[in-house]
């Protein structure tokens, strides 16, 4: 009964290869997220989507495409990776609820080493 | 644009005993919320205690409190009787009080419980 799902947990590639991180969360959530984790643990937003449209996009590179086939999966595909993309990216989903109850639920996280 | 910072990197406390962790945030919004998001070594992100910006009164979850002092935009988490188990890294976060918002997410204090 997990509430935010991603996978794979660990990934180590080669640079210039592309790769994908799938999420998925069953909390009936409209918005999902894309953070980074960067080596000295700093947590910054990629994207979010809001029921299958992206809402947030924070100067990624272009390298970085997510996508949303309906608003309970999110997935990130990353091409030509480059050694810097290493780093743990987090999934989250969120439902506003106004005057009450608003939080994220964050997955368990994708550790991603480029080699 | 919204900051938000955590200035004590490291934090150490014996066990049973108190330990206030600080954050203070720059906005100027009204209406936000601020989170406090539990990181220990599995990596997962834990939601610890959540307050709303219109909200006068310090929330509290169990050995958990805020000491929320809007004017100083200051965000304190208090945690009383600490654990073993608390031992982690712990985020303070910032969100707008409209619908999609990201978190915006101080750099974190890595506190350690020791017996």
């Known amino acids: 009964d997990t509430a935010v799902s991603q996978t794979p947990k660990y990934l180590v590639t080669q640079m210039g290869n592309d790769k994908s991180i799938k999420c998925e969360q069953n909390?009936?959530?409209?918005?999902m997220y894309w953070y980074k984790q960067d080596s000295k643990k700093f947590l910054k937003i990629m994207f979010s989507?809001?029921?299958?449209?992206?809402?947030i996009n924070e100067t990624v590179p272009n390298r970085f495409s997510p996508k949303s086939p309906d608003k309970a999966h999110l997935n990130l595909h990353i091409n030509s990776l480059e050694l810097g993309d290493s780093a743990v990216y987090f999934c989250?989903?969120?439902?506003?609820?106004?005057?009450?109850?608003?939080?994220?639920?964050f997955g368990q996280g994708t550790r991603l080493t480029v080699v | 644009a919204q900051t938000v910072t955590q200035s004590q990197p490291e934090m150490s406390v014996q066990e049973a005993e108190t330990v206030t962790l600080s954050c203070t945030y720059d906005t100027s919004e009204n209406n936000y919320y601020l989170f406090w998001y539990k990181q220990p070594p599995s990596r997962q992100m834990i939601l610890v205690i959540r307050?709303?910006?219109?909200?006068?009164q310090n929330a509290t979850e169990n050995r958990f409190s805020v000491n929320f002092q809007k004017a100083a935009k200051s965000f304190s988490l208090k945690i009383s009787d600490s654990q073993l188990g608390d031992t982690a890294m712990y985020f303070c976060?910032?969100?707008?009080?409209?619908?999609?918002?990201?978190?915006?997410f101080g750099t974190g204090t890595r506190l350690q419980v020791f017996p």
């Open positions: 307050q709303e910006a219109y909200k006068q």
């Open positions: 989250a989903s969120s439902q506003f609820r106004g005057a009450g109850d608003t939080e994220a639920f």
């Open positions: 976060a910032f969100m707008k009080h409209v619908n999609t918002d990201k978190l915006i």
């Open positions: 989507y809001n029921n299958k449209e992206l809402i």
């Open positions: 909390l009936g959530h409209d918005t």
